[in-house]
């Protein structure tokens, strides 16, 4: 009688009154809890050092970030181009696109003195634009 007692202890199990079947209490001086209690009490600060770490060097982490963006960026449009030249007769279809362009630009501002002025004409629109009256 007496070992079915302290298995059915072991189980965690301790029989009510009818014949149910309630949990047995957890001890409150576990030893696990002497270890887990701090470790929560770390893990629960985690957001608010991490808020503070941002705040204190929040210049600093935005000029990381647009440093690391930038290294992608010029990775993708590295492989990007890799991937067009890897394509037979694109790479040369380009280079004459841009070379007819190229001569284009020439024939239609760059030949004649007037179409030289009309395209300064033009940049210093731009530039009044873009910087203002004053520069």
Do not use: C, H
């Amino acid at each position: 009688m007496e070992s079915q007692e302290s298995t059915k202890q072991d189980l965690g199990i301790k029989l009510g009154s009818g014949g149910q079947i309630e949990k047995k209490a957890p001890s409150t001086d576990s030893p696990w809890r002497e270890w887990v209690e701090p470790v929560m009490e770390v893990v629960a600060k985690v957001p608010d050092y991490i808020g503070q770490f941002y705040t204190e060097n929040k210049q600093f982490l935005i000029v990381i970030g647009l440093f690391v963006l930038g290294i992608i960026t010029v990775k993708i449009t590295l492989a990007v181009l890799d991937a067009v030249n890897d394509i037979p007769l694109l790479a040369p279809l380009l280079e004459l696109v841009g070379i007819g362009y190229t001569a284009w630009f020439v024939w239609r501002y760059l030949l004649k003195s007037e179409t030289r002025r009309e395209l300064l004409a033009e940049f210093e629109a731009i530039k009044t634009q873009v910087f203002g009256d004053k520069a």
